[in-house]
Structures are given as structure tokens and as C-alpha cells.
């Protein structure tokens, strides 16, 4: 990770038509180049609009988006803009335009006008990391819902962007397809050094991240590590959101009257402290 | 149940009938349905239904599967040899009441039901051996040169790709919402049709708002991917008229011009 | 007397079609009146199929499904019967929605079993009382509520009907963790209130483990296990090589075990874990709670 700048939003706020309350009031962030960043929020929070921001999609009622140093208002970088920041959604079935998983991860490429042969050298590569070459020659209809959304994975990254934003990506996927879909995003930030900005409801893939936002009535109020975030666990919960369990069982136990620790967010930490505790009768080795 | 449709159903495979050029595979399927109106004689038809039939096992297609497809077309098919059968001009030589049969007759309806069975076996057999995308393409590039005169082939593909897509996605949102709205006691299935065409709008309703969703969101998705209408587009495979189509299509105009020759044979 | 009995219940797509599959072989279990189910199993195990089957949206291939003590598919004219008797809510069942209001779409069940206008009022009423859909909402369109909104509206809109047996298909299915929480204390308060059973579907073992006191795991067609939720999750190991997660207090339990301390297991609730933790440190004589 480095500290060059990958997205950054200036005291942005947006509302979806002129009259109505803004969704956004005034969100200021920046994500840095390598970074997995997770934004955590309640429905109605106003991550998803948030979100839109980073590629285009909407622009800013008031203040600036950029994306490095291009400012999403100009239209003459729309495509470079577009191409530099991959955007998947929600619903699987809903981006997938191709009758052919082939030909839907080459859709971008086609539109963007690359030649054959270099088209099918990036097709097969974005396939194979995301996991789904072997499925390459099948229709959409008959993959599951974790293999469509890494389809729609495969489509973005053969575009080469340098960050990637997820939408909610994994709301409608059952648990072994949000495990595919994080274990690819995983693998794409981690060894090829994509940035990542996931929009979710589900805590166990902020603990993830390298850095959590959590956003709340249109404003960002939580911005740091998975763990300075979690321990706020009174906070968390006051912004309907959840804490993992390991946090909530430490909670509990020092309520019981136990001295352990409450900075502790992931299982491997938690057993290993109830261990130490169970045989020396103390939390801190 | 709207899954067992077999017609315009793909049966990937790696056959010379596979491999054919798209659009070669395209204009020598129009071509077969035109000399199939050419061919008048019952000798002619059994040889342009032995050849469909023969390119079927080239093909690699079981015959089963052009059977099952045949099955809901049964009806035409019998209604239209009924027809040919008693209303053909000519001496009779059966009668039964007002209807009378002829040599003409029996004649006309087995050149009528074989032509059938050929139209049939013949445009399936292109949807069989070619993918629906590949398909689309095949006619985006033969109606390319009409661009010119303003037409919007680039969309008109766009939509057809599109459409293809969603079909199975549509199919299989129908019959969850059926089967929501049966759990809710809709009855579907029985009452006059005004009745019928009543309890279906708890159906069409809810697709029509998901479908509206769904092109909404696709939309946004396409844009996300540099969508930007069909200026400047390139395409991964590139069609590229081989050696092999060339003998294939060779072989097949001499298949049809020895089919238009049976006219001139007496039977 | 047991509401729901499935006996040998075999179910196979597509039959006599080449790539027919079997989806569900030789289920047998029976649900008593006033339990409260949980399904869990990994998908692909035939779970949606063996709840479509509970109100007769599909036919058994095999075998036979009592509800009330009556053969489902003795008189198929009969089904619709049934269709009142166990109710089912599918997957985001906010896509069915389609009437005017809110009170209409809510009384589309009650009134195509045929009941009168008063009736189906109450029934409306008292479904959206148990549903969170306020009384402000009732002549609103249902396409201008929110996400959660609308899914709650879906799901009175079953409950009006006061089926015996209340099925949930993944009910908090991309909700957020207040959404969640919301709908499923709402159904375990339908539960208690109205004695009627529940069956519900699941990803979530955290949910089933809150709400569920059984637990049904089905595993490629058939029954693996079932049993009460604290036995099915003392069996834990077992259900995570199946492929399924347990709740994150059981996984930090069945860490403890493998680091070899003695402690056991059927661990599933937070209140749970800290006895236990008490117990253990009890026994050690360590400072304890």
C-alpha cells in the first residue's frame, strides 16, 4: 500500500432530486492505491449513492470526486474514468449481458474498441482470476449465484482497472458464494494490487478489511481499522449495525465479572485468550 | 412446465455442422426453405428430408430431440394433411358423405407433411448447431452493409442479445412468482378465459416491475462497462470463411440442385 | 397429533427426461403443532423443494406428506386447501407485491380463500399488527416503501391468511442487521402469540440458533440429522465438513477443543458460552464469575 491517492471525495453531498433531503451531506474521504477499504451502514445510509459517486455514475450536487487526478464532472475522461474504476453490483443477473460467459467478460473490451487477439489474451486472464475460466463456455443461467457474480467480476478486471467498487456484492448470495466472491477480491487486492472499496451490510467481511468507513445518515462517523471500529461495539449497535461474536462474548464475559480484554474481534484471538484464561486464570499472556 | 421448450434451444457440440460459418450456416438455411418450395415431387421430398436427416447425424444431434420438438407442432401438422388430403382437385377414389379422396389427394398431403417436417428439421437444425449470440452476430454482419442507409443494425443486435439473455431469466421469475401468488390461493388454472386473463395480472404486475428494474440496472451495468453505442466497437471472434466452409457449401448446392432437378421427374 | 408428517417423500425433476435428478429420497420427519423449525443445509440439498412440497406447490414422485393428519394428494382437485392451511413466504417475496395499497395486497390471501369482508379486515389488521406495517401504510402503494418495508408488507400478507404452519424462505435474505432482527423477532413473536408452528430456511446458523428449538438438516435429498438446535449444534465439526457454518461463539469453542482443553462444544448462544466459561473455570478452581 502506498500513500498515492486512488479516489478521494471533497465535502460531497448529493440528493436525487432538487426539493428532496440529500442522501449525501457533506462526505469527505480518500481511499489510498492498494488499500481494501470496507463502508459499513445501516439501509438507507446512503453508501450505495456513495459509492455511485467513485465512477460516474452520479456526479456531486455540491463538491468534487476524483479518481487520481481526474475530476468525474469532466465528460471527456468519462471513459478513462470508467475503465480506471470497475464497478459490480448487487444483483448478479442484472449485469451479465452476454448469452455467454465469454462474451460477457469481453463486453467491455469490445466497447472499448481493443483488438482481437489482445481482447482474448485479457478475456482469458480476468477468467482465470476470478476463478471461472472453466465455466467460459456456459450460459449465465445455469451458473450459481457466486460463480454469475465473479462472472461480472471477470468483466470489470479484463478492463485492467486500477480499483475496484463493490456494490453490495454479496447481499444476495449464500455463504458459500460470498466465500468465492471475497476469496477472488482477496486474491485480486492482495497479489495484483487492485484497490478495493466493498459497500456492505455483513461485519465478517469489514473484518477483513484494511480500513473500515462506517456511515450513518448520509455522513461518514466511523473511519479506521476493523478492530478501532469494532470495539466501539455500544456505537456499532446504536447505528443497527452488528459486532462480531468473539467481541460480543468478551463484552459478556467482563460483564460477568471476568477481567478479558475487549479489544478482541476475530475467533483465532478470542480462543486463544479463553485458552490462556482456562489454564493460568488470566485473559493477558 | 416453460422449461421443456426444446425450439431455439442450443446443443453445443464440435461437428462440421457446428463449426460451418454463421452466416454461410444462415443463407444456406434460407436457401434450403426456398428450393423446399421449389421441389414439388414426393421423390424430391424424401430426399430433401433424408438430407436434413443426414446432416442431423452429421450434427451428432439425436433424432429424439427433433421428435420431442415436433410433438407440440403435431396438430398443424395433422390439420394440414387433412386438408390436403379431402380438398384436392382430382378423381376419387375413396368416398366417405361429402368428402372424397383422391390420388391427388394422398399425394398433396405426404409432400405437404414431409415439406413441414423438413421447414421444421431445417431452421431447428440451425438453432441446434449455433449459439444464439453467434447466431446474432451472423446477422449483424449480413445486415451491416445497410447501415449505410441509416438502419440501426448495431442496436438491433444489441437487443436481440439482450433479449436472448434474459429469456431464461424472465422464464424462471415467472414461475417463482406463480408460485408465490398460488401460495396465496391464486387459482391459475381453472374459470372461462376473462377469468383466467384476471388471475394472471398478480403475475404480470410484479414481472413487469422486476423486468423494468432489471433493464434499469443493466443498463447502469453496461455504462460501468464503457458502453457507448456501436462507434468504434470491436469484436473478440472474428468470423473467418475457411477452406472447409467452402467444400461444405459446395457440397450442399450440389445437394440442392440435385433436389430442384427432381421437379423435372415424374413422381 | 403432528401437523406436518412426510413419509418416504421422493421427489425427482424432470422424470423420465434425459439429466432428470433427484432431488429429495426418502425424507421422512414429521413437525408438531406449535414447534418452531429450522432448516439449514448447503445449498443445492433440496431444501426449497421439500417446503414447496409442504403446501403442494410441487407433488411428491413418491411417498406421501399428511398435513393435519390428511393426505395431501388424496383428491387433487383438493389442493388449494392446503395452500391455506401451510403458508409459505418465498424468497424476497416483496417482488409479489402488486396490488394498489398495502391493504389490499395484505387481504389478497384471505380474500381468495373466500372469506368475508369483515373477516378479512381483522385478518388484515391483525397480520399487519404482527408484521411492524404501521397503519399509515395501508392505503399507500406498496412500490413507495422501502426495501423492509415491503418485505414485512409481503410477509403479512401470508401470515392474514392464520395458516397452521407458517413457512419462511430465507426471510431476512439482504437485510441489513436491524432488518434482520426486526423480521425475525416479529415471526418468533407470531410463533408465541398465535401458537401456530414455523417452519424456517436459513443460511444463517447465528439466526437458527436464536430462533430455531429444532433443527432439520437436510444434506443432499435426505434428512443428515434432526434433533433439538442445542444437540444438532453439539454436533458441530459435522455440520462444518457438510460445508455449513456454525455460529462464530461454537467455532471459538470447537478452537478451544482442538488447543486441547476439555470444554464442550453444543455452545451456540453468547448467554450460553458465558456459563459454560464459568462452569469450566469453576471446575478448574480459578477465579470464577
New interface residues.
Given amino acids: 500500500m502506498s500513500d498515492e491517492k486512488m479516489l478521494k471525495t471533497e465535502n460531497i453531498t448529493f440528493a436525487y432530486e432538487e426539493d428532496a433531503a440529500p442522501v449525501l451531506r457533506g462526505v469527505s474521504c480518500e481511499v489510498r492505491r492498494g488499500e481494501l477499504v470496507a463502508v459499513l451502514g445501516a439501509n438507507g445510509c446512503g453508501k450505495s449513492t456513495l459509492a455511485k459517486h467513485f465512477n460516474a455514475i452520479l456526479l456531486p450536487t455540491e463538491g468534487k470526486v476524483w479518481v487520481e487526478d481526474m475530476d468525474t464532472a469532466d465528460e471527456n475522461k468519462l471513459l478513462d474514468i470508467r475503465q480506471k474504476v470497475g464497478m459490480v453490483f448487487q444483483n448478479p443477473d442484472n449485469q451479465i449481458v452476454a448469452t455467454v460467459v465469454e462474451e460477457d467478460v469481453a463486453f467491455a473490451l469490445e466497447n472499448l474498441g481493443v483488438p482481437p487477439q489482445e481482447m482474448r489474451l485479457r478475456v482469458d486472464e480476468a477468467m482465470e482470476l476470478a476463478g471461472i475460466y472453466k465455466h467460459r463456455a456456459k450460459g449465465p443461467h445455469k451458473l450459481s449465484g457466486g460463480q454469475k457474480q465473479r462472472v461480472a467480476i471477470a468483466g470489470v478486471i479484463a478492463m485492467r482497472p486500477d480499483c475496484l467498487v463493490l456494490d453490495e456484492a454479496t447481499a444476495m448470495l449464500d455463504p458459500r458464494g460470498r466465500a468465492q466472491v471475497m476469496k477472488t477480491v482477496r486474491h485480486l487486492n492482495r497479489d495484483f494490487g487492485i484497490t478495493v472499496v466493498m459497500i456492505t451490510h455483513y461485519m465478517e467481511e469489514a473484518a477483513e478489511a484494511d480500513r473500515v468507513l462506517v456511515m450513518s445518515g448520509g455522513e461518514i462517523v466511523m473511519n479506521g481499522t476493523p478492530k478501532e471500529v469494532f470495539v466501539r461495539s455500544e456505537e456499532m449497535k446504536s447505528l443497527r449495525l452488528d459486532v462480531p461474536q468473539a467481541q460480543e462474548l468478551c463484552l459478556a464475559l467482563r460483564e460477568a465479572g471476568l477481567d478479558v480484554p475487549t479489544d478482541i474481534i476475530s475467533t483465532e484471538d478470542c480462543a486463544a485468550m479463553l485458552a490462556r484464561l482456562l489454564q493460568t486464570g488470566r485473559a493477558d499472556g | 412446465m416453460l422449461r421443456d421448450i426444446t425450439i431455439g434451444q442450443h446443443f453445443p457440440g464440435d461437428s462440421p455442422v457446428h463449426r460451418l460459418d454463421p452466416r454461410i450456416k444462415l443463407l444456406l438455411t434460407l436457401a434450403y426453405i426456398i428450393v423446399l418450395f421449389a421441389v414439388h415431387n414426393i421423390s424430391g421430398m424424401v430426399l430433401a428430408f433424408a438430407v436434413v436427416l443426414g446432416l442431423y447425424l452429421a450434427a451428432k444431434i439425436p433424432l429424439k430431440v427433433l421428435a420431442r420438438s415436433m410433438r407440440p407442432l403435431l396438430p398443424i401438422i395433422l390439420f394440414t394433411a387433412v386438408l390436403n388430403l379431402f380438398f384436392a382437385a382430382g378423381e376419387p377414389i375413396v368416398q366417405i358423405w361429402i368428402f372424397k379422396i383422391s390420388k391427388e389427394g394422398i399425394y398433396y398431403a405426404i409432400t405437404m407433411v414431409l415439406r413441414i417436417l423438413c421447414l421444421i428439421a431445417g431452421s431447428s437444425l440451425l438453432t441446434y448447431t449455433t449459439s444464439p449470440i453467434v447466431l446474432t452476430d451472423a446477422v449483424e454482419r449480413l445486415l451491416r452493409p445497410l447501415a449505410v442507409l441509416h438502419l440501426p443494425v448495431h442496436e438491433l443486435a444489441m437487443m436481440m442479445t439482450i433479449a436472448l439473455r434474459f429469456i431464461p431469466t424472465l422464464i424462471e421469475e415467472t414461475e417463482k412468482i406463480m408460485n408465490a401468488q398460488k401460495a396465496r390461493g391464486a387459482d391459475l388454472d381453472s374459470g372461462n378465459l376473462m377469468q383466467r386473463v384476471k388471475a394472471l395480472i398478480p403475475v404480470l404486475i410484479p414481472l413487469f416491475i422486476s423486468s423494468f428494474r432489471r433493464a434499469d440496472e443493466l443498463a447502469m451495468a453496461m455504462e460501468c462497462r464503457c458502453y457507448h453505442g456501436g462507434d468504434g466497437r470491436t469484436r473478440m471472434k472474428q468470423l473467418h470463411v475457411t477452406g472447409q466452409d467452402v467444400v461444405s457449401t459446395l457440397i450442399f448446392c450440389f445437394a440442392m440442385a440435385v433436389l430442384v432437378a427432381t421437379r423435372w421427374l415424374p413422381f | 397429533m403432528s401437523i406436518i408428517q412426510v413419509e418416504n417423500l421422493e421427489y425427482v425433476y424432470?422424470a423420465g427426461?434425459p439429466g432428470a435428478t433427484r432431488a429429495l429420497h426418502d425424507v421422512s420427519f414429521s413437525i408438531e403443532e406449535g414447534d418452531f423449525v429450522g432448516i439449514i443445509g448447503?445449498?443445492g440439498c433440496g431444501k426449497s423443494t421439500l417446503i414447496?412440497h409442504f403446501?403442494g406447490?410441487h407433488r411428491p414422485s413418491s411417498g406421501r406428506i399428511l398435513v393435519d393428519g390428511q393426505d395431501m394428494w388424496a383428491d387433487p382437485k383438493a389442493i388449494?386447501r392446503f395452500?391455506?392451511m401451510v403458508?409459505?413466504v418465498?424468497q424476497y417475496?416483496e417482488?409479489?407485491?402488486?396490488e394498489e395499497t398495502v391493504y389490499k395486497d395484505i387481504a389478497?390471501?384471505p380474500t381468495?380463500?373466500g372469506l368475508d369482508a369483515d373477516e378479512v379486515r381483522r385478518r388484515v389488521l391483525m397480520a399487519a399488527d404482527f408484521c411492524g406495517v404501521a397503519e399509515s401504510w395501508l392505503e399507500k402503494s406498496p412500490?413507495e416503501l422501502?426495501?423492509?418495508q415491503k418485505r414485512r408488507v409481503a410477509i403479512a400478507?401470508?401470515i392474514a391468511?392464520q395458516p397452521r404452519v407458517l413457512v419462511l424462505d430465507e426471510p431476512a435474505?439482504?437485510?441489513?442487521?436491524?432488518?434482520r432482527e426486526m423480521i425475525l423477532s416479529q415471526v418468533k413473536a407470531y410463533h408465541r402469540e398465535s401458537g401456530s408452528s414455523v417452519v424456517l430456511v436459513s443460511?444463517s446458523m447465528?439466526d437458527i440458533a436464536k430462533y430455531a428449538d429444532k433443527v432439520l438438516v437436510l444434506q443432499e435429498g435426505t434428512v443428515a440429522m434432526y434433533d433439538t438446535t442445542e444437540n444438532v449444534f453439539a454436533r458441530a465439526q459435522e455440520l462444518m465438513d457438510m460445508?455449513?457454518?456454525v455460529?462464530?461463539?461454537t467455532?471459538?469453542?470447537l478452537?478451544?477443543r482442538s488447543?486441547g482443553?476439555d470444554?464442550s462444544t453444543d455452545v451456540y448462544t453468547?448467554?450460553y458460552?458465558?456459563k459454560t466459561?464459568?462452569r469450566?473455570?469453576e471446575e478448574?478452581g480459578?477465579?470464577g464469575?
Fill in positions: 424432470g427426461l448447503p445449498t414447496t403446501n406447490l388449494r395452500r391455506f403458508g409459505l418465498f417475496p417482488y409479489q407485491l402488486f389478497y390471501g381468495n380463500m412500490f422501502s426495501g423492509g400478507g401470508v391468511m435474505a439482504g437485510l441489513d442487521p436491524e432488518g443460511h447465528e460445508g455449513l457454518s455460529p462464530q461463539v467455532q471459538i469453542f478452537q478451544l488447543m482443553i470444554i453468547i448467554p458460552a458465558v466459561i464459568c469450566a473455570l478448574r480459578l477465579s464469575c
